[in-house]
Structure formats: C-alpha cells, structure tokens
C-alpha cells in the first residue's frame, strides 16, 4: 500500500460556494499548483468564521481524485465526515491537504508495519480463529492469555487436527529437552496453571510444514512431559496443507477466559 501524496503548505481557496453534492471544485487562480498530485484527502472548511477546521460544525474531509489546473475532482464526505452545503454569502472558503486520521490508521499501517488482530471468548474450554491464511515465509506472533478456576494444560491446534501430526521438542533453560509426538495438538502447555501468559512465533514454509516455537511465562513448576514455565517447546505441524485455523484448548476441558493477539507482518 502507498501513501498518499504530500506536500508542504497545501492550504488553498475555494473560487465560489457550492452545494453538498458538488465534485467539480475551483480553486483560486493559480492554487491547484499548491497541492499535491492526486489522489489525497482535503480538509474543507469555512475560514471566515473558523481558523481552526476543527471548530467549523459543517467541517468536510473529501477526497482529491483529480486536479486540471485549478479544478479539483473530489470524492464527498471521506472519514466519517458528512457532505454539507459551503455557500454561505460573504464566507470564504479553504482546504488544506494535511495529516487526516486516514494516513496513521490506515495507510500507515499498511505500509512496512503489522496487521493486529485480537479475539476472546468467556467461560469456554477453548479458542478458535478461522478464516487465518498463513502466507509463506512470514513470521506470526502470538500472544495468548487465559485464566480459569481450575488449573490445567494448554493444548494449540492447527486446522482443528487431533491426528499425530505434530512433532514437539520441550527445553528447559539449555538443556536438550526431550521430544514427544501429540496425538491431539501441540503437547500441554504448564498443567499447574490457573493463569497462561504464551508467546510464541508461528511460520509456514511454502510448500513444506508449519513450524512453530512457544513460551510460557511464570514460575510455576510443573512435572512429566509438560513445558515447564519460562521454557520454551518447538517442533513443526507435519502438514502441506495452509494452515487457516488455529485453536487454543483447555487439555481437560476446563473453562477459561482467553484473550489471543496474532500479530501479522507487512507483506510490502
């Protein structure tokens, strides 16, 4: 995704009023030149009566889609804001192409930086997020936090598999760790828990398997073949298939509030 266009001191005076439908907009002589090459957004407002835009009750953000010289092709009522008449006798006028909300919330986050994306679920012995596709080579981090009544293990699944598709390698501080295969899921995450804080990176190779490497926060210990706190487990979901749903449950079915976080890379 690209940014729009920029330019410094982009404020310009609007030739005459005009109604709230109206696209085709003159400018004053010789101050199309004073903005950038389209498309951005404008901030349109009455100047006469307000000098900050903000304070104009009829305050219009529109869309530049095309300039011919002093001309401005326009898009009305762009980011929340409504068309509204601008034709108020004696009133002047103004636009200014500055920073709009549409440029952080969207554009910029769009471009070299990451697509957030959260969910949760109450009282439940698990989590699923479907409608995922992990694209190849990208590194997907996780962050996962539930809390319950009853301790018990965390189990992660992928495109809901129960079959023993998952090879998993505990370690503890830096130890080799031993390897186990889970029949179900990747093997339970720190039975003795009542509160889960996991982190964890998921990647998928194009055309190979789903790598992934977790770690649990905290300081309670645990026993058996369980990952034991402040450790880490990896291993690979032996499957070619893209993975498009992930799930987090509760290993005997206890309830817990989760709250997940994946956290995507830019792709550009």
């Known amino acids: 995704m690209a940014l729009d266009n920029a330019k410094n001191f982009a404020k310009v005076t609007v030739s005459t009023g005009y109604n709230a439908a109206a696209t085709s907009i003159a400018l004053a002589s010789g101050h199309g030149a004073k903005l950038p090459t389209a498309p951005f957004n404008v901030v349109w407002w009455n100047a006469s009566d307000y000098g900050d835009p903000s304070d104009d009750p009829n305050v219009e953000i529109v869309r530049v889609t095309n300039i ?20 108020t006798a004696g009133k002047t006028y103004k636009m200014i192409a500055g920073l709009t909300a549409k440029v952080i ?39 996962l936090e539930a809390s319950g009544a009853s301790a018990d293990a965390i189990r992660i699944r992928f495109n809901n598999d129960s079959g023993g598709n998952y090879n998993t390698r505990f370690l503890r501080d830096a130890s080799t ?3 186990a295969t889970a029949t179900s899921g990747l093997a339970g995450i720190d039975q003795t828990k009542k509160i889960h804080m996991i982190e964890g990176h998921i990647m998928k190779r194009a055309s190979q398997n789903t ?56 792709t550009s």
């Open 68 to 87: 011919s010289t002093d001309t401005l092709t326009v898009t009305r009522a762009q980011e929340g804001t409504s068309a509204s008449t601008k034709n």
């Open 211 to 266: 790598f992934w490497q977790m770690t649990a926060i905290g300081n309670d210990a645990v026993t058996g073949a369980d990952l034991p706190s402040n450790c880490k487990t990896a291993g690979n979901y032996n499957s070619t298939t893209n993975v498009t749903r992930i799930d987090f449950l509760s290993e005997s079915g206890n309830t817990f509030n989760w709250k997940l976080w994946i956290l995507k890379p830019a």
């Open 105 to 143: 919330n969207t554009d910029l986050a769009g471009l070299g930086g990451m697509t957030l994306k959260s969910y949760s679920t109450a009282n439940a012995s698990s989590i699923s997020v479907t409608g995922l596709d992990l694209e190849a080579d990208l590194d997907y981090y996780i962050i």
């Open 177 to 179: 760790g031993t390897s």
